[in-house]
């Protein structure tokens, strides 16, 4: 398992240093479990030295090469970094909290990273800062009633919440003593702007909505950008983890794993997982690479985009998901995209392929819930093994699988060791759920006899209960 964030040492990072004016410092998102995965490419496409961390890496990287980082197939989310504190001295004073929060919008290096951020959206305007002032109020009007309504408010929260006033929640305490700016935002030149505020941690006495209002209002008041929070083209992202805060501005309006496929279907993969599956599969050119239940095809496509010199099939086995994956492949030749990747209607368990053909299997298995059932999958893992064996290539022959089910998988694998090594096994995060990605080395044994005589023992028993 990979770092926390917070393990990250400004001091370790020159992009992060506002007299160097070539070189920024960018944090990427990826899917947790393909952090070192992520890592490689950009060491390999970028040529930079990232570090790793828990869901994310991060490397410095001149100015003028970020517009390649873009084009990065690992990752989710890209921000160029423009402030990190280590030890944010946050009080269980809600107010001082707000205060402190407010007033860090003057610290970050806008100036760069507004820089990047024109340099991405080709963005010209030469004013951006033309209303830049110093932050003059304290804070800016907190509205409880409205924020901690989204949340979930954690024990500190709810301990300090403020005192109820007739129906109404009241301001905070000292409202006479501090000067709280009110409502209205300045009204300047310069991006429309949203700031979103991601929270870790049970030291904080206010909700995650109360920072990024604080955060915002300061940032409008110093530079009079306006807050936009539906027709933005600037996202500010602030991120507390305890009392580790950094804020970073979104390169990506829309996370990069939406692309290739326009026909989803009940379980289509993100297209960045199908890039870090493939890429653990380490296919070279010539090899034939199989996904022997492709649904929408969404594997074999990254594969055929990214990987170019070797050649993709997809199958499936039911006909909505083969026609979903004609579509998907014909419409990227459409946009005269070169792609060796075709689709094909079968069952896995009974391949329509002659002996030893694939190099490469990569497949997202059916998991329970969504697709299939838990009693369903351990048949089906267990038999698909058994066949996937049959056509992939002894000693070299390779398969990346991925599902949830990871008992079913297990005792599977366990069954079919004679045939299929497994020789790394990674938790990755999707949306919340694990999900295991196994990656397994063909044995040189071309047909296991006790497996081969199970399966027709199988095979004769369900002839038996459906003849009954
Ligand atoms: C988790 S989905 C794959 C989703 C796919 N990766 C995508 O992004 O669209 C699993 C697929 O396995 C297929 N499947 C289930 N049993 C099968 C079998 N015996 N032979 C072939 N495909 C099968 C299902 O129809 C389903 O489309």
Known sequence: MQPSITSLKKEQYKGLLSDNNTVCTLELTVTTGFEEV??????????????????????????????????????????????????????????????????????????KGIKVWQLVFGVEDSDIFEGEEELEGSYCTPKPEIDLKKMKKEKCIIANLPQKNGNTVSTEKSTNTKKIISETQRVGKGPKF????????????????????????????????????????????LNIVENFVYVGLRLTMEPLFKRNVTQFGPTTLKSTIC???????????????????????????????????????????????????????????????????????????????RDQVADVIICDLPFGKRMGSKIDNRVLYFKSLVELARVTRLNTGRAVLLTYDKKSISKSLFRVSSLWKNFSTRNINIGGLIAGVYLLQRTGLFSDSKLTEELKLKGKKRKLSTDE
């Open 275 to 353: 890039y870090n599956m493939v890429k653990l599969a380490k296919p070279q050119p010539g090899d034939i690479v199989i996904d022997p239940m492709c649904g929408g095809c969404s594997l074999p496509i990254e594969g055929a985009l990214t990987h170019t010199q070797c050649f993709y099939l997809g199958g499936d086995i039911v006909e909505v998901a083969t026609s979903r994956s004609r579509m998907n492949i014909d419409n990227l030749v459409e946009k005269e995209k070169s792609l060796s990747a075709d689709t094909i209607r079968w069952d896995t368990t009974a391949l329509p392929l």
């Open 194 to 237: 949203r700031v979103t505020c991601e929270r870790v941690g049970s030291i904080h006495v206010f909700g995650s909505s109360e920072a990024a209002r604080q955060f915002g209002g300061g940032i409008n008041e110093k530079f009079g950008w306006p807050v936009d929070l539906k027709h933005h083209t600037l996202e500010v992202d």
């Open 38 to 111: 992520a890592c490689q490419e950009c060491r390999e496409k970028l040529e930079v030295e990232p570090s790793c961390h828990l869901g994310r890496i991060v490397f410095d990287i001149e100015i003028d090469k970020v517009p390649e980082a873009l084009k990065l197939r690992s990752v989710e989310n890209i921000y160029v970094i423009v402030l990190v504190e280590e030890n944010f001295p946050f009080s269980s004073e809600r107010e001082d909290c707000f205060e402190k929060m407010y007033k860090l919008a003057g610290t970050p290096d806008w100036k």
